[in-house]
């Protein structure tokens, strides 16, 4: 700026010098040695250049202190930086690491780095964990080694057995014939199994795996009439489809009806499992139903044995139903019936003698 008001001036005080000149451009044949330029018709320029060259002094003087008094300052604090820098690497510190002896018995160590900012070394920790876990891993499995050791039974056990060090016992071994425990697999006479000859040379006597019993089952002619018919239920309310039953009572030995056919209209009809079995105990009583599934929906409380058949009774006048022991075999029981009881009332027999039932639905089982 002061460089360029400088120039400005000394452009001025040339165009006034200038104009000075053209005045007596036209006296320079007559009189060359008499000209005099600008300050003589003009005695005000020197003393304009010279106040202006002051001005420009007094700025340019005042701008140079001005920079002598900042540039002093900035250096100062850049040249100390430098040095506080310079000082800060040249006495960092050497940290020494961490050393630290585990539990185990093992020494581990970290390394610490100087901190500038808090003027300190760092602490750090070293770590033990794995050592330690790897350690309780190894002590665990001796231990378990050692225990295994002192439970360790000196004892001897049969073919069928191995000993448990935690009982000092002898344990059974499945599916084994000796174990003392009567399985499926053991062969016919294996003593493992009961004898269950009841010396009747009417039952085929066997030993059931599901109720860990002897059974025995009744292969003679049944010709004492020990299974007999005791209820009908032939007329429901409204549609009969489906909701016909027979029950039966066995007053002998345990007897299983498989094979056995219910004779209704000149037809054998098999009597077949319901997925409760087919066996009938002694005393027990069992229903044979036109769908075992819709008998138990309307007979919930039922908790007898349902077997399943398909028949159709008379309504209107009656009809007969037998029993027999087998596919064209002898009658066991049989019972002709007529049509006296109301819709929805059985027949059964009460005292050896026949006559309606007082409930509605029937007395399946009672």
């Keep these: 700026m002061v460089l360029y008001k400088f120039l400005l001036l000394t452009l001025i005080a040339a165009a006034v010098l200038v104009s000075g000149c053209t005045r007596y451009t036209g006296?320079?044949?007559?009189?060359?040695?008499?000209?005099?330029?600008?300050?003589?018709?003009?005695?005000?320029?020197?003393e304009i250049v010279a106040e202006q060259a002051r001005n420009i002094s007094k700025e340019t003087n005042a701008t140079k202190k001005r920079q002598e008094a900042q540039t002093p300052a900035s250096a100062h604090n850049l040249s100390e930086k430098k040095d506080a820098t310079r000082e800060s690497q040249v006495n960092?510190?050497?940290?020494?690491?961490?050393?630290?002896?585990?539990?185990?018995?093992?020494?581990?160590?970290?390394?610490?780095f100087y901190l500038p900012d808090k003027q300190k070394c760092s602490a750090c920790e070293p770590e033990c964990r794995q050592k330690v876990q790897q350690k309780q891993q190894e002590h665990a499995s001796e231990t378990e080694t050692a225990t295994v050791q002192e439970t360790r039974c000196d004892i001897k056990c049969g073919p069928c057995q191995v000993p448990d060090n935690g009982t000092c016992a002898c344990v059974p071994i499945l599916f084994c014939d000796g174990n003392g425990i009567c399985e499926?697999?053991?062969?016919?006479?294996?003593?493992?199994?009961?004898?269950?000859d009841d010396a009747d040379p009417c039952t085929e006597d066997r030993y059931s795996f599901a109720t860990n019993e002897c059974v025995h089952l009744n292969t003679c002619q049944n010709s004492s009439g020990t299974i007999r018919i005791t209820e009908i239920f032939y007329d429901a309310i409204g549609s009969d489809k489906g909701r016909e039953w027979i029950e039966i009572e066995n007053a002998g030995p345990d007897t299983d009806i498989s094979?056995?056919?219910?004779?209704?209209?000149?037809?054998?009809?098999?009597?077949?499992?319901?997925?409760?079995?087919?066996l009938v105990k002694n005393g027990e009583k069992a229903?044979?139903?036109?769908?075992?599934?819709?008998?138990?929906?309307?007979?919930?409380?039922?908790?007898g044995l349902v077997l399943d058949s398909s028949f159709t009774l008379n309504n209107k006048k009656g009809d007969s139903i037998s029993l027999l022991d087998g596919k064209d075999g002898n009658v066991a029981d049989s019972v002709t019936y007529s049509d006296e009881c109301e819709a929805g009332f059985s027949l059964e027999l009460k005292n050896s003698a026949w006559a309606c039932s007082e409930t509605e639905g029937g007395t399946p089982g009672l």
Excluded: Y
């Design 184 to 196: 499926e697999t053991d062969p016919p006479g294996s003593a493992d199994c009961p004898d269950c």
């Design 287 to 303: 229903i044979i139903a036109d769908n075992a599934t819709l008998f138990l929906i309307e007979h919930p409380l039922f908790e």
């Design 92 to 112: 960092v510190p050497a940290c020494e690491p961490t050393v630290k002896t585990c539990p185990d018995g093992s020494v581990s160590e970290c390394l610490n």
């Design 27 to 46: 006296d320079v044949q007559n009189t060359p040695m008499d000209i005099e330029i600008g300050p003589r018709d003009h005695p005000e320029i020197p």
């Design 259 to 278: 094979q056995w056919r219910l004779l209704e209209g000149g037809v054998q009809h098999l009597i077949k499992d319901a997925g409760l079995g087919t």
